[in-house]
């Protein structure tokens, strides 16, 4: 059988909100202070939590189209009798629990400031 292409573009767009503050966060460790500055590790430690604060935002958008794809896919393979259930339902999930993780990060960047 076919594998639903919607479910495989759920699931791997999922992973983009996941991917992108990481890349942040190893952008900061490597090239967040250059050698011999006097910038202190607790300023680049809130420039850094603040700049993953803002890409958790900018991706928060993105866990919306994975959602919508996965549930017009779950859809499309009930109707169709496709595969790529599994795809489909992780896509759903996985967007969803970065969208709480976003809440509770933003929560608690936004209480300790």
Known sequence: MKK???????FVL????????????????IFGRPPGS???????????????F???LGT??????PIIL???ALVKIKKNQLEGKGLAVAGIV???LSIII???FGLVVGVSS
Request: charged fraction near 5%; avoid cysteine.
């Open 70 to 72: 996965g549930i017009i």
């Open 60 to 65: 928060f958008w993105f866990e919306i189209i």
């Open 38 to 52: 006097t910038i202190s590790i607790g300023r680049l430690f809130t420039a850094g939590s603040y700049l993953l």
């Open 102 to 104: 976003v809440l509770v």
């Open 94 to 96: 996985i967007s969803a």
């Open 4 to 10: 639903s292409k919607l479910a495989i573009a759920s």
């Open 14 to 29: 999922s992973f983009i909100p996941i991917v992108i503050p990481l890349l942040v966060i190893l952008g900061v460790m």
């Open 54 to 56: 803002m890409s958790f």
